[in-house]
């Protein structure tokens, strides 16, 4: 079975702090997302990434930035934390990127600025 | 621009009735894949069914069917002999060939399943 784990499932965080959000897959995905979701919207995604060192900016990548030094690896950065930057963050996995390609998701992170 | 649409923000069923999610999709690729996802209360999203554009059979994945209607650009999720357990939030996506590997989501549907 695939297996997406991300490093904390509640996180309470201050504004102003830089804040890590994680996420492991392993099942040598080449595609990683990082999405957040919030009431009403759906999930909207950040950013991804298509290969190590790859990424690309999604629909909303304003006020983060993202890091993918290893394959199974894929970390999601708030330089500066704000409190509309309060949301749960998706992190999920895709083996290609073709149109049939499921995308398998991590348990979410629960992410509060105070 | 790509855009997926569920306009029901909430539902109810009884237990052991059948249900219909709506979902209505917009694209202009010519190949495309749409998705259904469950949300529970834990947050984890769970994968249920999946339509190829070019299928010519409605998905099924035991309860779950798709009706897909091409022409009217819609993929609804049919759950057959609701269960207390499929309480829950529901996401469409769609997937298409010139989306780099991203989904494009709904705005969910709450489904609540009376007992």
């Known amino acids: 079975d695939v297996k997406v784990t991300q490093s904390s499932r509640y996180l309470v965080k201050r504004t102003g702090e830089k804040v890590f959000l994680e996420c492991v897959q392993d099942?040598?995905?080449?595609?990683m997302f990082w999405y957040r979701q919030d009431p009403g919207l759906g999930l909207r995604l950040i950013y991804f990434?298509?290969?190590?060192?790859?990424?690309e900016k999604g629909d909303i990548p304003e006020g983060y930035s993202v890091s993918r030094e290893k394959k199974e690896r894929f970390s999601l950065i708030l330089e500066s934390a704000s409190t509309n930057q309060t949301s749960m963050y998706l992190c999920a996995s895709s083996f290609g990127t073709a149109s049939y390609n499921e995308q398998f998701f991590g348990p979410g992170t629960r992410l509060t600025v105070l | 621009a790509q855009k997926i649409t569920q306009t029901q923000p909430g539902m109810f069923v009884q237990e052991k009735e059948a249900v219909t999610l709506d979902c209505t999709y917009d694209t202009s690729d010519p190949s495309y894949g749409l998705f259904w996802y469950k949300q529970p209360s834990s947050g984890e999203m769970i994968f249920l069914i999946y339509?190829?554009?070019?299928?010519?059979q409605n998905a099924t994945e035991g309860r779950y069917s798709l009706n897909f209607q091409k022409a009217r650009k819609s993929a609804n999720l049919v759950i057959s002999a609701s269960q207390l357990g499929d309480s829950a939030m529901y996401f469409c996506?769609?997937?298409?060939?010139?989306?780099?590997?991203?989904?494009?989501f709904g705005q969910g549907t709450t489904l609540q399943v009376k007992p």
């Open positions: 990434s298509y290969d190590v060192k790859m990424k």
């Open positions: 339509q190829g554009s070019y299928d010519q």
């Open positions: 996506a769609m997937r298409g060939s010139s989306n780099t590997g991203k989904l494009i």
């Open positions: 099942m040598d995905h080449e595609n």
